[in-house]
């Protein structure tokens, strides 16, 4: 029974401790590849002729984004399925997130926050791309929907293997003793 205690406060502290920081990391990992994957997509010249690319590249994880000039217009947005608030930014928002970028050491940011309109954490990620085209800054936005949802199931599913685990070893007990 002791056994059965410390196995399952050991799958406890690995299963659902360790989830979100594992998960939060994780998610922050993708949307930094994305705004280097962006970076690169802007280094091409013909790269703004085709704003339905920043849509496809940020869609497929459940990201939205935008491409803005070094005076703060919008270039560019992606116009998925997903609610985004970039698309309506007022224009001291930019500016100061465009100020955001230029004082990062690494020229990008990024800021969890929580959302009152999604009820969810959500992710923003600022980066400042400077090409031979000129200074653009990528600005993405992502809920963390998925991870909240992922984290549900777990801890569920854990409940369910404490419980089953917990009246296995309740009836090995008794049946040794």
Known sequence: MLLTGITLLSLWMLQISFIRPYYERNRTQVISQKGLEIERWLQNPKALEDP?????????????????SSDGEMLMTSSGSLVCILNSLPTQSVVEYILMAQE??????????????FEQGMYFYGKEVVSENGTYYIF???PLELLDSTVFVIRRQFALLAFIVFSMATLVSFLLS
């Open 104 to 117: 990062a050491p690494t020229s990008q940011f990024s800021v969890r926050f929580s959302s009152d309109i």
């Open 52 to 68: 339905d690319r920043l849509t496809k590249m940020l869609s497929k994880e459940n990201m939205c984004g935008s491409v803005y």
């Open 140 to 142: 993405i936005n992502s």
